[in-house]
């Protein structure tokens, strides 16, 4: 089992920045893709970012391409993404989440990754609420 958690989220106004950090435990996830969801009141979960479990790899959403940067660190069992250029629409619950099904494979598209289905861990989120 792998356990997740997010920190770092938190209030901040429009055009600061944030980074989000979460921790994996319970087996090493060093192999595994990673993701980053969100979700907003009302609204369905989507995808933000992930990482391929090299690094090599990255996807965004076309609504945070540019602003988002998604990283690992595989000697800490850690995923961090950086948002910076933060806009009131990014006010959501963000989750972190780890795809174990094929571990140290790197051929998956970022359709693949963007599914939330492929997702077999995922954490408790962090709120970010972006103030205009």
């Known amino acids: 089992q792998v356990q997740l958690v997010e920190s770092g989220g938190g209030l901040v106004q429009a055009g600061g920045s944030l980074r989000l950090s979460c921790a994996a435990s319970g087996r090493p996830t060093r192999g595994y893709g990673m993701g980053w969801f969100r979700q907003a009141p009302g609204k369905e979960r989507e995808f933000v970012a992930a990482i391929s479990w090299s690094g090599s790899n990255t996807y965004y959403s076309d609504g945070v391409k540019g602003r988002f940067t998604i990283s690992r660190d595989n000697l800490k069992n850690t995923v961090a993404l950086q948002m910076n250029s933060l806009k009131p629409e990014d006010t959501a619950v963000y989750y972190c989440?780890?795809?174990?099904?094929?571990?140290?494979?790197?051929?998956?598209?970022?359709?693949?990754?963007?599914?939330?289905?492929?997702?077999?861990?995922w954490g408790q989120g962090t709120q970010v609420t972006v103030s205009s």
């Open positions: 989440a780890a795809d174990g099904s094929r571990g140290y494979y790197s051929g998956y598209s970022g359709s693949y990754y963007a599914d939330g289905m492929h997702y077999d861990y």
